[in-house]
């Protein structure tokens, strides 16, 4: 059995060609308001920076702004355009509206859609509301063919956006205008108001101007000034002190064309300077002057060469008796932040620097440096302190320390025995040499030095004699030279000459050799040997008769001196 109830058609529904229509409107309008927004931020902008640059140019030329009333214009010009393009264009750009707002523009823009055209949007957003499909649907189409036959261009208002662009073409046009007046002036103004250092552009130009910044106290202070364009006979150098004085000179030609030049001498305060040359004048020239560097205390201390063996010593700068190869460590503490410093060695002229060593920073701050110098064996005469501060101000007329180098003397020597200053030797004798060595830091080495029938300028032998590794600083010793051993041999009749030679461990000027005279042994056959030890003997024993003789007489002269009898009173 077939089912011939009727079936009931849906209700009609929106269709998604009208929505999309609709949607569209508002897109349009929507992308409208903001490029008209856009649009008028961006004209306020650059109405905002051609004011600024013309105003500060034309200030600039007028009054030769300083550099900091020209970054207070940058600032203000740049800053302010910023701003009125965000506020104007930019931040509303940024701000999206919603449906309901645009369609609200609409509705007031165009008032015979009597409120059509808003009621189409909110129906088309909610379909599933009590509102009858069918009567949606009409609306919507209604409201869709009344806005085919609308001009949607009085949506946006346009007016505001038309005023700022022609009051931007016109700030523009003055600009050029003046762009124009200034010609050739025109470029180094506008460098000058984007914070740039050329001068201010005149018919007399000021190419170059060399002057230090900063001066020490009772320095000379000099400007050079290089003048272009049309040049004058002379300028003006206007000077005003910390202490609010101003003084105005006369800046005169110097040897080369267009140059000028003027100096201040023993400058004691701060000051500013500007240059007045023809129609041009200078920026302001600030110059900071300041004391020297100078040194606020020193330590010293000696540090012995290594082969003395001795401690390092602190040492008072005025008391400066250095052993030669010595080092001075310095620590120094200064007045101000220095940039550098070194230590000098002067030579014995005192102009004259044998050496300059650098110091180095220690700690933070940069007021601690520190330094060590070698003090050389000779051709030194003092030390001084040179000291560059941060600005680049050098200390002058520091003080000088004497320094007297004193010189490691060398040993010194002497043969105990033989006692005479020629002995005779047979051939296989052993000679018996007995020495004392002294030196102010050790003795390292004494060496034997002979030669056989010697004669001036001839090779000898050194025979190396045991010191021990100690390096005392005073030793005696002994040696038995066999003569037997000596090689080739000697024959009797030969003359042996040898001296010994004591060295000290300087290795910094030295060694030092502490010598003797040549003694001689020769050599002599047995018989003439026993005769020289009876001559000797004999001499001895009259050496002992004398000294009995002469305390025999002493004792007589002094018993006649005690039993002598007194003269009689007067």
Known sequence: MTDSTPQIAPE?????????EIAARLGQQRQRLRRVRLGTGVAVGVTALAVWLAAETVTDFLTNLPWLA????????????????????IRPWRRRLDDETVALMIE???????????????????????????LVKALVAETTAMAATMDFSVVVDTRQVRRWWKIALAALLVLAALALVGGIRTKPLVRRALLGTDPVPRKTLLLAIAAPRVVAIGDDWRVTVTAGGIVPPQGELIVKTASGRRQVFELAPEGAPRVFGRG?????????????????????????????????GIECRQL????????????????????????LALKVKTNAEMKSGEIRLLGIERDKMVRA???????????????????????????????????????????????????????TLKILWPDRREELLTREATLLLAFEAKDDFGVAKVRLHYAVDWVEGAPHKTIDLEVGTAQPRELARR???RIGQITPHVEEGSVIDYWLEALDANDVSGPGVGKVDHYQARIVSEAEKRADLANRLSDTMEGLNGVRQGQEEVNRRLGEIIFEKPPAAQ
């Open 357 to 411: 060593v650098p110091l180095v920073f220690e700690g933070k701050g940069g007021m601690q440096l520190a330094g060590e110098t070698v003090v050389p064996g000779e051709g030194v005469s003092g030390l001084t302190l040179h000291l560059v501060d941060e600005d680049g101000v050098e200390s002058r007329s520091a003080a000088v320390y004497p320094i007297e180098i004193l010189q490691d003397q060398p040993p």
């Open 108 to 134: 007031r823009a165009l008032p015979a859609f009597r409120s059509r055209f808003i009621a189409a949007v909110q129906l088309t957003k909610e379909p599933g509301g009590s509102t009858s499909p069918a």
């Open 304 to 327: 012995f060469p290594a082969y003395t063996r001795l401690p390092a010593q602190p040492r008072a700068l005025g008391d400066l008796k250095i052993l030669a190869g010595s080092k």
């Open 70 to 89: 020209r970054l207070a214009f940058f600032v203000v010009g740049i800053g302010g355009a910023g701003a009125a393009t965000w506020g104007f264009g």
């Open 264 to 296: 201040l001498h023993a400058v004691q305060e701060s000051f500013s300077a500007v240059v007045a040359l023809g129609d041009a004048e200078s920026d302001r020239i600030a110059v900071r002057v300041k004391p020297r560097p100078a040194v606020a």
């Open 479 to 481: 040696f038995h030279w």
């Open 12 to 20: 009609p529904q929106v269709t998604a060609e009208l929505a999309r």
